[in-house]
């Protein structure tokens, strides 16, 4: 399918054997050849910082077997209501003191209530205005929930496929694959920008891994950005007892997501908290250039202001 060029948005349709044959490369060449094309596009001594806040949390009627938040796990996370406007406003200006580029607000939803939209378009335009780029992440969207963010001034949408099409099924049975790309066209749609990646670590097999790669870099066009979390494993949930995912592993697949979709941000999401200094080091190599600050993700901790700078200043890697 090489030569499919579809106006601009991408050069190509990657094919399974392709990436298939990136996965099989020497460790050493997949990493150099991710390299280069990582300089191609964007500066490698850069990182992009992004900054998640819980806007609400826990009792989620879906039962993802990965999350904390799931209302069908015993997992010992107390919910809560949606913040106040003012509380996530205050948060977003103290993550931009920090050094955030980008506020990201997560609720524990199925979709966003319509009770709720005119709190959340506020939200986002309260913390545009602080001169941040923004991002929700609530779940389904109908075509107007997507297009009355978009207008409020949400520059992202947040819809993760988290597995490939044959896995998602086992990890989730609340809602369907196909539900999650409905969503993510519905967002292409309203003008924002997608961010779509997934979770790798959750028993899946190598050929899920690349299904989950394959469906990501055939997107038209490729999500603008694309978080890997390594799963950070939550006692009470299914997926409470997993084995980390070798650092090799991961930076391999971040490596090949670089080389499938060389014009978007990879972000090194959940599990920094879990990987040493040189782990994260490969990652960055492989041509991750974003990553989440902060002492904790949504519900989970996240390595902090101290580790990461130190991290930082080792590398001679800048946060922007
Ligand atoms: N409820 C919305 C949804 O599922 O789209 C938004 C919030 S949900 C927590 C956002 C993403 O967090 C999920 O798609 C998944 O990729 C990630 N996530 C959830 N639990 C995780 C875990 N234990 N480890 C790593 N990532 C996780
Ligand atoms: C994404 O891909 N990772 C973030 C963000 N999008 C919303 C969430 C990570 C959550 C990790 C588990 C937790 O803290 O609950
Ligand atoms: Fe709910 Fe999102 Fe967690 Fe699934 S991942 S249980 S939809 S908060």
């Given at each position: 399918?090489?030569?499919?060029?579809?106006?601009?948005?991408?050069?190509?349709?990657?094919?399974?054997?392709?990436?298939?044959?990136?996965?099989?490369?020497?460790?050493?060449?997949?990493?150099?050849?991710?390299?280069?094309?990582?300089?191609?596009?964007?500066?490698?001594?850069?990182?992009?910082?992004?900054?998640?806040?819980?806007?609400?949390?826990?009792?989620?009627?879906?039962?993802?077997?990965?999350?904390?938040?799931?209302?069908?796990?015993?997992?010992?996370?107390?919910?809560?209501?949606?913040?106040?406007?003012?509380?996530?406003?205050?948060?977003?200006?103290?993550?931009?003191?920090?050094?955030?580029?980008?506020?990201?607000?997560?609720?524990?939803?199925?979709?966003?209530?319509?009770?709720?939209?005119?709190?959340?378009?506020?939200?986002?335009?309260?913390?545009?205005?602080?001169?941040?780029?923004?991002?929700?992440?609530?779940?389904?969207?109908?075509?107007?929930?997507?297009?009355?963010?978009?207008?409020?001034?949400?520059?992202?949408?947040?819809?993760?496929?988290?597995?490939?099409?044959?896995?998602?099924?086992?990890?989730?049975?609340?809602?369907?694959?196909?539900?999650?790309?409905?969503?993510?066209?519905?967002?292409?749609?309203?003008?924002?920008?997608?961010?779509?990646?997934?979770?790798?670590?959750?028993?899946?097999?190598?050929?899920d891994r690349v299904g989950f790669l394959l469906a990501l870099a055939n997107m038209t066009p490729p999500p603008e950005s694309v978080p890997i979390n390594a799963l950070?494993?939550?006692?009470?949930?299914?997926?409470?007892?997993?084995?980390?995912?070798?650092?090799?592993?991961?930076?391999?697949?971040?490596?090949?997501?670089?080389?499938?979709?060389?014009?978007?941000?990879?972000?090194?999401?959940?599990?920094?908290?879990?990987?040493?200094?040189?782990?994260?080091?490969?990652?960055?190599?492989?041509?991750?250039?974003?990553?989440?600050?902060?002492?904790?993700?949504?519900?989970?901790?996240?390595?902090?202001?101290?580790?990461?700078?130190?991290?930082?200043?080792?590398?001679?890697?800048?946060?922007?």
């Amino acid at each position: 399918m090489d030569g499919d060029l579809r106006a601009g948005a991408r050069a190509r349709i990657w094919t399974r054997e392709e990436i298939e044959a990136l996965m099989a490369l020497a460790f050493t060449e997949l990493i150099f050849r991710a390299a280069q094309i990582h300089r191609q596009h964007f500066n490698p001594t850069e990182v992009q910082a992004s900054r998640l806040m819980s806007i609400k949390t826990g009792g989620c009627p879906e039962d993802c077997g990965y999350c904390s938040q799931s209302a069908h796990f015993k997992t010992g996370l107390k919910a809560s209501k949606i913040s106040a406007v003012e509380d996530v406003v205050a948060e977003a200006r103290r993550a931009k003191a920090e050094g955030a580029s980008r506020f990201c607000m997560g609720a524990a939803w199925r979709s966003p209530n319509a009770r709720d939209m005119p709190a959340l378009c506020e939200m986002a335009g309260a913390v545009k205005a602080l001169g941040l780029e923004t991002c929700m992440t609530l779940g389904m969207l109908s075509d107007e929930q997507a297009a009355q963010l978009s207008e409020a001034g949400l520059d992202y949408y947040n819809h993760n496929i988290d597995a490939s099409p044959e896995y998602y099924p086992r990890m989730v049975s609340t809602r369907t694959f196909e539900d999650r790309i409905d969503t993510l066209e519905r967002v292409r749609k309203s003008g924002m920008k997608v961010c779509c990646g997934g979770i790798v670590g959750m028993g899946e097999a190598a050929e899920d891994r690349v299904g989950f790669l394959l469906a990501l870099a055939n997107m038209t066009p490729p999500p603008e950005s694309v978080p890997i979390n390594a799963l950070m494993p939550i006692e009470g949930t299914p997926l409470g007892e997993s084995e980390p995912i070798a650092a090799i592993e991961f930076a391999r697949l971040i490596a090949v997501a670089r080389i499938l979709m060389p014009t978007s941000y990879v972000r090194l999401s959940a599990g920094r908290e879990n990987m040493s200094d040189e782990a994260q080091a490969l990652c960055f190599l492989a041509g991750a250039n974003s990553i989440f600050i902060g002492d904790e993700l949504l519900t989970t901790n996240n390595p902090g202001q101290d580790k990461d700078a130190a991290l930082f200043e080792r590398l001679g890697v800048r946060l922007v």
